[in-house]
């Protein structure tokens, strides 16, 4: 036989040149809104205000009124930045505004940090030092700023360059003790000792419960996907659980994990009852199942029918099939699943700060108590980078998974 | 030899296979051909009990099927289909040893296998093994699943319409290979098709259907020269007498006198097909033929027309 090559049937690929253009335009509108803004909020709204103690009013000031010559550079930084975003892109231009609007940032947030280590050394240990609504619209500006300069660069570097920069400034900065003053971080120094014990509760929930739903809603998205009466029940049951409200939901479980311990000597001794870790673990456990099993049934559906008539017909069994054929092929579609459901949970953890059950919430209750901005925000900043760090990480796994998948598409 | 015997297949109130027998002679490539509907395929996945019966039996060298769980049973069936069904997700290599894998064979057995099957089926083992089935063109992967199907040497092989869904050019290019391949190999083949010029050129014997039961059975020959029943001769058209010529060469027929003069020449592997074209073209009666550069005789338009009912 000789070897035929007929592969003319490829569709070929490339950039569109209108497209590219339109993307193009779209970057620097985003970063001209982004630089804009940052610009905006150095010079109104409240950029630092100083109380003190946790409980009184006290005195709010914007960038320029409480950094004098800093505030202008910072203004100028954003300028500049603005600027680039103008002029032709080049290799350089997208790190190089990046830079400029996270140098802004930084510039004001160690501004922030000695003024803040000065009002502290004439007010004492209770003075508070806290950010306002400027700074964090800020923040927003500088992330508008570097999300479309990665865009315009390039390389793999080049991009990398402009997430981490920030980020290892930022602790570089924080490792000088230049913003230990600061008042998130002295709510942070205070509360530290609950803060890892809560932290490892709230880890314990999101991902016991992502790990339930692998070890559960896997076995049974196959289920549904081999029989029809198995999906009805199954996907029926998930449903109902979605529409629950979350906290009403804990609610029911509560009476029912009680009587359940107070039955069952065994119950009880794996600590379940009706407060504490039990009911939320279930609850967020239902709504976990739900993304992984959906996915698992639909990425198994989905298979090309001759490849499971063929590994039929060749002589595997079932089991081997599954393992061998069908969750290979499915893996991608169910790890966008866990993917789900991870950060579902890390968000969902909160839940258990109001039946007692612990976690990151039980900071953001006791700040919000307090009437204590930056307590609040230790509690909940920690939940919003876990679910980043966790989306973005099982992201890069599908992608790695999914170097196959595409090409079978 | 594949023995059916009162092979019946129902499903819901329609009988897609109704007391169906038949008996497929070891290593000859048997065709099951008919309109869409007819039963065909469910017919062939009886035999390795992708379909279940619901009454009557298969034996295979005279044993009954049922005698062998289906895993065990079909890894020592070959089975390929139209859409190919390539393991997407698997190296053409590791598709290739699919059913040796199954089989436990060791890796060095293996390794040799897939590259002695990568030439059998014409494709350069060291630049195909590490593929992917989404870098084959239609072509190529269906010469890999024919690959596959023989990977662990199985005496009987079942073919569902496996050149289905290729061009026309492919297609015909990949059927006369595959008649070659059956010659060396002499495996016994059941091939299913609705293609009546494939079905005429690979078949030995073909079993021709209709509504679940079996309509004739014969080599084209036999159904072309003796049609039992007005939908053979229907289904088989006015085409049919060209077909058969394809199948067979001049060297077949009897060589009549050389021509006088200049004709139109044509070599002795020539199809009469092929060779009644030419005289059309050239418009000719008489054709000179060669063997080789050796001139060894004539063929007349009269010679095709009267030897072929004769003596094919």
């Not at chain 1, 779209?26 to 100083?50: C, E, H, K, Q, W």
């Not at chain 1, 579609?333 to 700060?353: E, F, Y």
């Not at chain 2, 494709?123 to 590490?130: E, I, R, T, V």
Request: aromatic share 6%.
């Amino acid at each position: 036989m000789a070897s035929s090559t007929t592969s003319g049937d490829r569709p070929a690929t490339g950039p569109i040149p209108g497209a590219a253009a339109r993307a193009r335009q779209s970057d620097v509108v985003i970063g001209l809104t982004g630089a804009g803004i940052g610009a905006l909020t150095t010079v109104m709204g409240p950029y630092l205000s100083f109380r003190p103690n946790r409980i009184v009013d006290g005195l709010s000031q914007t960038a320029l009124e409480a950094f004098g010559p800093l505030g202008w550079l910072a203004l100028a930084l954003w300028a500049l930045s603005g600027l680039v975003a103008l002029t032709r892109p080049r290799a350089w231009t997208g790190a190089a505004r990046a830079a400029l609007g996270s140098s802004a940032v930084l510039t004001l947030l160690a501004a922030a940090g000695a003024d803040a280590a000065s009002f502290a050394a004439a007010q004492g240990a209770a003075a508070r030092t806290s950010f306002g609504a400027s700074f964090y619209l800020a923040l927003l500006a500088a992330f508008l700023v570097s999300y479309s300069a990665s865009a315009e660069t390039p390389g793999r570097l080049g991009r990398a360059v402009i997430a981490l920069f920030p980020v290892i400034a930022l602790v570089a900065l924080a490792a000088t003790g230049a913003l230990a003053e600061l008042g998130i971080v002295r709510e942070w120094m205070l509360t530290r000792t609950t803060f890892v014990r809560e932290l490892r509760r709230h880890l314990f929930y999101a991902l016991g419960a992502t790990g339930g739903a692998i070890a559960l809603g896997i076995p049974m998205g196959v289920l549904s996907a081999r029989s029809r009466h198995a999906e009805t029940a199954i996907m029926g049951s998930l449903n109902l659980g979605q529409v629950f409200p979350a906290l009403a939901f804990v609610g029911i479980m509560m009476p029912i994990l009680g009587a359940l311990g107070d039955r069952f000597a065994t119950v009880r001794a794996l600590g379940i009852s009706g407060i504490g870790w039990a009911p939320v673990f279930v609850v967020l456990l239902v709504y976990a199942l739900f993304p992984v099993t959906r996915n698992t049934l639909v990425a198994i559906r989905q298979i090309d029918p001759a490849v499971l008539d063929t590994a039929r017909g060749m002589g595997m069994s079932r089991w081997r099939s599954l393992f061998e054929v069908e969750m290979p092929l499915a893996f991608p579609v169910v790890l966008a699943g866990v993917r789900i459901a991870l950060v579902q949970s890390t968000a969902g953890a909160i839940l258990a700060a109001f039946v007692g059950g612990g976690g990151l919430g039980t900071i953001m209750f006791f700040g919000l108590e307090q009437t204590s901005m930056d307590l609040v925000l230790v509690g909940v900043l920690p939940i919003v980078a876990l679910a980043l760090v966790f989306d973005a990480g099982l992201r890069v796994v599908e992608r790695m998974a999914g170097g196959s998948e595409e090409s079978y598409a | 030899m594949i023995e059916l015997r009162n092979v019946t297949k129902r499903y819901d109130t329609t009988v897609a296979v109704d007391d169906v027998t038949l008996t497929v002679p070891d290593g000859e490539l048997t065709i099951l051909l008919g309109p869409s509907g007819c039963g065909k395929t469910t017919l062939l996945r009886t035999i390795n009990r992708m379909v279940e019966l619901d009454a009557g039996e298969v034996l295979i060298d005279g044993q009954s099927i049922r005698s062998t769980p289906p895993e065990v049973l079909r890894r020592h069936i070959g089975y390929a289909i139209q859409s190919v069904g390539l393991f997407p997700h698997m190296t053409v290599r590791r598709n290739i040893a699919t059913v040796p894998r199954l089989l436990g064979w060791d890796a060095v057995r293996i390794e040799a296998r897939v590259t002695e099957l990568l030439s059998l089926v014409g494709l350069d083992p060291a630049s195909y093994a590490d593929k992917r089935p989404a870098e084959l063109s239609g072509g190529e992967a269906q010469r890999i699943g024919v690959a596959r199907a023989l990977a662990a040497d199985p005496p009987v092989l079942l073919m569902d319409e496996p050149f289905g869904a290729l061009d026309p050019i492919n297609r015909e290019r990949l059927q006369r290979e595959f008649a070659s391949l059956h010659r060396r190999l002499g495996k016994t083949v059941v091939f299913v098709t609705h293609d009546i010029e494939e079905a005429v050129l690979l078949g030995d014997r073909i079993v021709l259907m209709r509504e679940g039961q079996i309509v004739q059975t014969g080599s084209p020959e036999e159904l072309w020269r003796g049609p039992e029943h007005q939908f053979v001769r229907d289904f088989f058209g006015d085409e049919f007498g060209l077909r058969i010529l394809s199948r067979h060469r001049i060297a077949d027929l009897e060589p009549g006198a050389t021509p006088q003069g200049a004709s139109a020449r044509v070599h002795l592997d020539t199809n009469l097909r092929d060779a009644l074209a030419i005289m059309v073209t050239e418009s000719v009666e008489r054709v000179t033929i060669l063997d080789g550069e050796r001139v060894v005789g004539g063929l007349s338009f009269c010679d095709i027309v009267t030897q072929v009912r004769g003596s094919l």
